[in-house]
């Protein structure tokens, strides 16, 4: 019935597309093209798999001449879903044939609207997805016109679709076996390099014609560069596409030549990087991949002499970066297969040599640039790089060796300082294409460079470097993109210590540099401190606490003296950078790095942090200050300074829960509270106090975060209580201590009745009960619902497995339904921020109003300010009131009732089912029939 529904809904938006002059917004437009995108729902593919949606397309084809230019490119996007299945588009070329060829024959007009061309695209793609799509294809030869779509100015959009589609039709004839048309295809797209006459030397020999010529033969690289690396699955197979690329063209020939006579540097790269993936996809040709196969380093020996070639080559024309660039491109290409086909060599050690020296020529901007400005007195450092240059270039082979050679001889005649920055700007996209051997060797490199930039001189004397206080700004940056790519791998790589010893020193290091360094970028310096955040966090083992009192003056010795300066910070960023250093220090000074208690508390960090939270004005840098807070309520030595530098902490954590404009605040002051309950001990008042408001939050706060964690506390406090009477390990013992009688007693199942009966009765005067069962009863957040769910089934499985249930009973005065408590659940009225209005507020109203009267036009505002400041202000934190009182809380026969006799779980999967009907195609075609009228230039919308 739905369906059909579904079905009538189309056939009035298309009814609507043919009414003259219609314009089709284009966010109702991607949205459901979107949504019939998505084949895996049922929906969708009931309504594109009959003929219902098809016939519709078709015939609306006939009139494309009188549509707005909007609703020929929808129409278009729709019959490019519809012709993916084949017995679709037979149909539609029964009828509409000469229709679509008029449509493709302009497809390559420079009048035709881009959008439009976009969606011919998207057909045209999709029709090379089946037999008779790449038939009709070949037949009408119109693969000609969309392939010349790169000859001519195009957006991205429209190029990057011919790319793609060009890749579709090369691989669908593959698999069809037409091997005469892929000849011919591919000859055509090569054409234009087949065509350059290489015997002439000057052929190419003025920057105009170089230009011309480039236009031409560029598309044809990407377009063979695209295909061969659009099929990965393919590569392990032999395939007519390599087969006459390599024999038939012979076109790693016409690239060598073409590259000898192209100057424009981002054209050899291209010319380069296709030649690499040729030579890699060779060795495929020549030993298929399949499980089982193992491949040796000579397989890859001419790929290796390709790659040294090529450097050599780029060396020759004096551009480091294009270098740089071309071993970036070649690591990405080989690990995009390696990765796919798990391929392993025989020998571990060559299999080493070949992924390192791909690293090594990348590495060599950074070696030379720690070798030139390496001008330390400490003769042992100089030793530990050298030593490093060694190894690495033991690691890797003699032509590595010679090329790193050359290279750096070319950068020593260049500025090191702007090569190396360019190099460095390039490691952010090549720090993902790494293993952990890489990652080592990299991040080792890196320190070296980083070590450079230390102004502490590490000789016996410990003198500090002599530098002009005006430090370039080109270094700064340098530093700043290798800061930031040591903390990706320290961050997302396995980086070991007997790998890279470097990173023990890695903190001492970049403390000094903070510390010391002036002038450094608010970037910078978030990079560095999230690089001590994780050495701290991943590199001090615990036996090194036994140290940490004897070394004063060692970067951990002084890190909390660092992290009270950066808390200061005028940027927010470095505030919350070090707020985060804070919170991992706090955290491990709990078991794993006591004597670190010692740094915190004597810069009195967490009282810093605590007033921070609760007078920034960043919620990203208050979040992390309470995260600080919540941490130090386990130990006790820093909370006791915290008491004491805040007298009023828990009461103004309340007030944070309560009147805090920011959600993700509120979220996180709730989590703290909830640390405080668990880990410390509270006054029986302030208890009554944190679960009226944490019943508040949990009930009214409009972001379902917040609801989250204060239901979280309310599992706390339910495991609390159950523990109080004897629950261990998720059952009561055969005995236990009772606190009252001060003696050992056994546990029966009378007992433990009692016992469960008494928590009930605790957990309905606080509040808990209600909490739950308003929460499930009245329609909030699906993941609200199934969490209040979650802590009601568990304790109600509790009750049911001792039988409580059945001698719950009903006491006078306890609501009897769910209408009835929610009647006594009432909401506290509040007066903008929480002031009750009574007579007093009245008359402080009436006082405003009064004084507005009264005030000059100039001090008017200044007047308003003042007194509204003042009412603000008035109020104490004592004095906060949670916004939901309960008159009459839920009794345990409520609940006990309510949860055996209502099926919550259906609910939620009603909801849940509603939730998915609003974002399904039937609402979204609700919302256009609803809000679209025609009209000439655009359609006008009637708001909800």
Not at 148 to 166: G, P
Not at 313 to 332: A, G, P, Q
Not at 631 to 640: D, G, I, L, S, Y
Not at 793 to 798: M, T, V
């Amino acid at each position: 019935m739905e369906s059909v529904r579904t079905q009538n809904k189309v056939k009035l938006l298309f009814e609507k597309l043919s009414q003259p002059n219609y314009v089709m917004n284009s966010y109702y437009a991607d949205s459901f093209i979107n949504k019939i995108s998505n084949t895996s729902d049922p929906e969708i593919s009931n309504l594109i798999g009959i003929s219902f949606l098809r016939d519709l397309v078709t015939d609306a084809l006939q009139n494309t001449n009188t549509y707005h230019n909007t609703v020929n490119v929808f129409l278009g996007r729709i019959l490019a879903i519809v012709a993916k299945k084949e017995q679709h588009f037979n149909k539609i070329l029964e009828k509409r044939e000469e229709k679509l060829l008029e449509c493709f024959n302009n497809i390559d007009s420079d009048t035709l609207n881009p959008s439009l061309k976009v969606a011919y695209l998207e057909v045209a793609i999709a029709l090379a997805t089946h037999n008779s799509g790449i038939s009709w294809i070949l037949k009408t030869e119109l693969w000609k016109k969309i392939l010349s779509l790169y000859e001519k100015t195009n957006t991205i959009f429209v190029v990057r679709l011919v790319y793609k589609f060009a890749s579709e039709f090369l691989w669908k004839m593959e698999d069809l076996d037409y091997e005469n048309s892929l000849n011919a295809v591919i000859s055509y797209i090569t054409k234009p390099i087949l065509d350059l006459d290489f015997s002439n030397r000057v052929y190419i020999h003025t920057a105009e014609k170089e230009d011309e010529y480039c236009k031409k033969f560029e598309p044809v690289l990407q377009i063979l560069f695209n295909t061969l690396q659009a099929k990965n699955e393919r590569a392990h197979q032999k395939n007519r596409i390599m087969s006459i690329l390599l024999k038939d063209i012979c076109l790693h020939t016409h690239l060598y030549a073409l590259a000898d006579r192209i100057r424009k540097e981002h054209v050899v790269l291209l010319i380069m990087k296709l030649l690499f993936s040729v030579y890699l996809l060779k060795v495929f040709q020549t030993k298929p991949y399949f499980p089982g196969v193992t491949y040796v380093i000579e397989d890859f020996i001419e790929l290796t002499a390709l790659y040294f070639n090529a450097i050599h080559y780029l060396i020759k024309r004096r551009n480091v970066v294009l270098v740089v660039d071309f071993c970036n491109i070649c690591n990405t290409i080989w690990r995009a297969y390696t990765n796919y086909f798990n391929i392993e060599l025989t020998n571990d050690e060559k299999n080493g040599k070949l992924q390192n020296q791909m690293l090594f020529i990348y590495v060599v901007p950074l070696l030379v640039y720690i070798n030139k400005s390496n001008k330390r007195s400490s003769s042992t450092k100089n030793e530990w790089i050298n030593e490093f240059i060694t190894t690495f270039v033991h690691s890797s082979c003699e032509h590595t060796a010679r090329a790193a050679y050359a290279l750096r001889d070319l950068i020593m005649e260049q500025d090191t300082l702007h090569v190396i920055l360019q190099s460095v700007k390039r490691l952010t996209s090549y720090r993902d294409h790494l293993n952990d051997t890489q990652a080592n060797l990299l991040f080792k490199a890196l320190f070296f460079v980083v070590s450079e930039y230390d102004p502490t001189d590490y000789s016996e004397f410990g003198n500090m470097e002599v530098e002009d206080l005006e430090v370039c700004e080109q270094k700064v940056l340098v530093m700043t993109y290798i800061m930031d790519t040591i903390l990706t791998l320290v961050k997302h790589y396995n980086i070991k210590w007997f790998a890279s010893l470097e990173v023990i020193c890695l903190n001492s290091v970049v403390h000094n540099i903070l510390t010391k360094r002036p002038n450094l970028t608010c970037k910078f310096v978030v990079a560095a401190l999230g690089v001590m955040t994780v050495t701290v966090k991943k590199f001090l083992p615990p036996n090194l606490s036994l140290l940490m009192d004897s070394q004063p003056g060692s970067a951990m010795h002084e890190i909390g003296r660092l992290i009270f300066v950066k808390m200061h910070d005028m940027h927010w960023e470095i505030r919350d950078s070090a707020l985060e250093l804070l919170h991992v220090c706090t955290e491990i000074s709990y078991i794993k790095f006591t004597p670190i208690q010692k740094q915190i508390t004597e810069n009195k960090l967490i009282p810093v942090a605590a007033t921070i939270a609760f007078n920034d004005h960043e919620p990203y840098v208050q979040v992390s200050a309470l995260k600080c807070v919540g941490a130090a309520c386990r130990v006790t030595p820093m909370w006791e300074q915290l008491k004491e530098e805040h007298p009023n902490l828990l009461e103004q954590l309340v007030a944070m829960l309560c009147n805090n404009q920011e959600g993700i605040v509120r979220k996180e002051a709730c989590n703290v509270l909830s640390e405080v309950y668990q880990n410390t001990k509270l006054s029986s008042s302030f208890k009554r106090t944190l679960y009226e408001h944490m019943a508040s939050s949990a009930m009214s706060d409009f972001h379902w975060e917040v609801q989250m964690s204060a239901l979280k506390f309310w599992k706390i406090v339910i495991q609390s209580f159950l523990t109080d009477q004897g629950w261990l390990d998720g059952t009561f013992p055969p005995m236990t201590f009772a606190r009252e009688s001060r003696k050992i007693i056994t546990l029966n199942d009378v007992e433990i009745r009692k016992r469960l009966l008494r928590v009930l009765d605790d957990l309905a005067s606080i509040g808990c009960l209600t909490v739950l069962l308003k929460l499930l009863h009245e329609d909030t957040e699906v993941e609200v619902l199934e969490a209040a769910l979650s802590i009601a089934e568990e304790l109600q499985a509790i009750l049911h497995q001792y039988k409580v249930p059945e001698i719950v009973v009903l006491a006078d005065g306890e609501p009897k339904s769910m209408a009835e408590l929610v009647f006594h659940v009432k909401d506290d009225e509040h007066f903008e921020n929480g002031e009750d209005i009574s007579e007093g507020s009245t008359t402080q109203s009436d006082n405003v109003i009064e004084g507005i009267i009264k005030a000059d036009d100039m001090n008017l505002l200044a007047s308003i300010y003042q007194e509204r400041m003042s009412l603000g202000n008035s109020k104490e934190v004592n004095d906060v009131s949670p916004k939901v009182k309960l008159v009459k809380a839920a009794s345990p026969y409520l609940f006990v009732h309510y949860m055996d006799f209502n099926d919550c779980k259906n609910v939620i999967k009603q909801k849940k089912e509603w939730k998915e009907g609003i974002r399904s195609v039937s609402s979204l075609l609700d919302d256009v029939l609803g809000m679209y009228e025609s009209n000439e230039e655009a359609n006008s919308l009637d708001c909800y």
